[in-house]
């Protein structure tokens, strides 16, 4: 129930993830078959593999974790760690694009109380180096050279 849409896209014989929608500067696709990192000042990122047990507790499945490693220096002080955080995870495997139906919907009812999409403001807009983010009431720029700073709110949400 907890869903999030990605891409798997396939290109001379590799297949890359791309996400361009969970709001996180993911500046160019990654191979799923590399260690590869996007390093961002605001976030760096990597999918790993892992295995994640079934609901019904019956085995497990092979999956690839989105990971991500937060950075202080960009205004992350409350997430900043040295460690690698999931940040969400999924089966390298089609699906029909009916299987989101409920999540799309729930995405649009205000009485479901499933995100923020009808009842607050979400904008991000990122580029190699830096980026700005909306967040409700809270507003935060950063770039390479200097830092974050906030702006709106109390602080960067």
């Known amino acids: 129930d907890n869903m999030h849409i990605a891409l798997l896209v396939g290109v001379a014989n590799k297949?890359?993830?791309?996400?361009?929608?969970n709001g996180f500067p993911y500046v160019r696709p990654l191979a799923l078959d590399s260690a590869d990192t996007i390093d961002h000042p605001f976030v760096s990122t990597k999918l790993a593999r892992g295995r994640k047990q079934l609901p019904n507790g019956s085995?497990?499945?092979?999956?690839?974790?989105?990971?991500?490693?937060?950075?202080?220096?960009a205004g992350n002080a409350h997430w900043d760690c040295d460690d690698w955080v999931e940040n969400y995870y999924f089966e390298p495997t089609p699906v029909k694009f009916s299987v989101f139906d409920t999540m799309l919907?729930?995405?649009?009812?205000?009485?479901?109380?499933?995100?923020?999409?009808?009842?607050?403001?979400r904008f991000n807009m990122w580029t190699a180096d830096g980026g700005i983010a909306l967040r409700d009431d809270n507003a935060f720029s950063m770039?390479?050279?200097?830092?974050?700073?906030?702006?709106?709110?109390?602080?960067?949400?």
């Not at 995405?107 to 009842?119: E, K, M, R």
């Not at 770039?143 to 949400?157: L, M, P, Q």
């Open 143 to 157: 770039s390479s050279g200097g830092g974050g700073a906030c702006a709106a709110g109390a602080g960067t949400g």
């Open 59 to 73: 085995g497990h499945r092979d999956v690839v974790i989105v990971q991500h490693r937060f950075h202080a220096s």
């Open 105 to 121: 919907e729930k995405q649009y009812d205000c009485t479901a109380n499933t995100g923020p999409f009808l009842t607050g403001l």
């Open 15 to 21: 297949v890359y993830w791309v996400d361009i929608a």
